[in-house]
């Protein structure tokens, strides 16, 4: 049996009179918890007031299917009363570090006591409260560690096509290069004339004009393709597929080849196909580089994308453009949306640039996406619209997702408040939104929702003309 002697180690207690505390005592129920033992799961309904007069207890909370440890009770201490008092499921995971002893009191004796007593009504909230404040500042932590993790696997993702083409591009290059220079010094021992040889660089100089400004459809890339593959067939050329594409790349017409190659139909030398290889490894050799090039451009762009959002080598607050923002977001959200995600763009081009905090500022557009796309489960139209009037801006993000069940749409930006699983959601995604835009920034946010539409507006103050 509890004895008043370990109930008034806690300082809560201590404000209670003889008589509740030994009401207390009569009342509490003795819990044996071996080592290793859970006492209460994350997602487990509130149960009553835990007091701990032996052993520790270590407090995990599952991350992306991961226990983190964020803490530990250990005797003499008192726990549970977060539930109790918020009626929201347990926040943590308590599992026995050693052999514990530990008494429980029921809800509504707790609740019970509360009431009666004001200075222990006061204690407990304030350790209640201190307690919610570290519980929130390690999720937040981890909330940005895991946003910033999310974003680098998205951003891994997408550098990792341009630079494996880079890698390619430059891996083939020096063998083609080595081929065309090879060729060069065969054809320069034959003497060619000076005009032919300005034919063969005209010809090649305007497919190198061809390739690198996309002069050329693909349904006429097609049908030029396969005429090449026949004249090439008829000239006697092996392998004759290999050198279409890239003649149909660079423009060719037969008749072009008809009249360069009129000259080599009867040599018994290498020279017979060369002029042929050459212009096709030529053309070859451009495309490697220009897409060589738009891979180099694309990294460019996702580096610099990702050092905008994150402001860095910036202030703390500044200047800040919201559809650069918004891009940058999108840009490393660009993952997410190949499979059946359509983004439409509503910008108002005489938006004015806004003072604010901009890496806290994207953080607001990562949370509002992300969960967009998680509504929409892969599939959907996300529209993004901007205006701006009686100096605010207004940035709608719009899903064609499930919507918010009416039920609970007054509950969405409260702390740790969640509709996901276990070890999926905080619960702080939008509350953390709701802080920043309101407390940080001095906006305003609100939101309509029903099935099929939901629309999160975003009103931010414009600086003073």
Not at 78 to 84: C, D, K, L, M, Y
Not at 219 to 228: C, G, H, I, K, W
Not at 412 to 418: A, D, L, R, V, Y
């Amino acid at each position: 049996m509890l004895c008043i002697e370990e109930l008034i180690n806690l300082d809560p207690f201590q404000r209670l009179p003889q008589d509740r505390l030994e009401w207390v005592c009569d009342r509490a129920q003795t819990v044996e918890l071996p080592a290793g033992e859970v006492l209460l799961h994350e997602g487990d309904p509130g149960r009553g007031l835990f007091i701990l007069v032996k052993g520790k207890i270590k407090l995990t909370r599952r991350t992306e299917g991961v226990e983190i440890p964020i803490g530990q009770h250990e005797a003499p201490s008192f726990f549970g009363e977060i539930p109790v008092l918020t009626d929201e499921p347990v926040p943590v995971t308590m599992r026995a570090l050693t052999d514990c002893n530990l008494y429980e009191i029921k809800a509504e004796d707790f609740r019970k006591l509360l009431h009666e007593c004001r200075d222990f009504e006061r204690m407990v909230f304030r350790i209640m409260e201190r307690r919610l404040r570290g519980l929130e500042s390690f999720i937040r932590g981890r909330e940005k560690m895991a946003a910033l993790g999310t974003l680098a696997a998205g951003l891994a993702h997408e550098l990792n096509n341009p630079a494996s083409a880079l890698v390619r591009t430059l891996g083939e290059m020096p063998a083609a290069i080595l081929e065309l220079q090879r060729m060069n010094l065969v054809y320069g021992q034959r003497n060619v004339e000076e005009a032919h040889t300005q034919d063969w660089l005209r010809l090649r100089d305007q497919g190198y004009d061809v390739i690198l400004n996309n002069r050329l459809d693909p349904v006429t890339l097609s049908d030029r393709e396969a005429v090449l593959l026949d004249w090439l067939e008829d000239y006697g050329v092996k392998q004759a597929w290999k050198l279409a594409e890239p003649l149909a790349e660079g423009g060719i017409e037969v008749e072009a080849l008809d009249q360069m190659m009129e000259r080599w139909r009867n040599d018994n030398t290498e020279l017979r196909e060369m002029g042929l290889h050459w212009l096709s490894l030529s053309f070859e050799v451009m495309s490697m580089i220009k897409h060589g090039l738009r891979g180099a451009e694309r990294i460019s762009e996702l580096v610099q994308a990702m050092k905008s959002y994150s402001y860095l080598d910036q202030g703390i607050q500044q200047e800040v453009n919201i559809h650069q923002g918004l891009e940058d977001t999108l840009r490393l959200f660009a993952h997410k949306f190949k499979y059946g995600i359509q983004v439409q763009r509503n910008y108002d081009q005489h938006l004015p640039k806004i003072i604010a905090y901009g890496s806290e500022l994207n953080q607001v557009w990562t949370n509002l996406i992300d969960n967009a796309i998680d509504a929409m489960d892969g599939k959907g139209l996300l529209e993004i619209t901007t205006w701006h009037c009686d100096r605010f801006a207004h940035i709608d993000i719009i899903d064609s997702g499930s919507g918010i069940p009416p039920e609970i749409q007054t509950r969405i930006f409260e702390p740790f408040f969640t509709t996901k699983s276990v070890g999926r959601g905080s619960g702080l995604g939008l509350e953390t939104v709701r802080r920043i835009v309101e407390n940080r920034h001095h906006g305003t946010l609100s939101f309509e929702s029903q099935l099929g539409r939901t629309c999160f507006t975003i009103c931010l103050p414009l600086p003073n003309p």
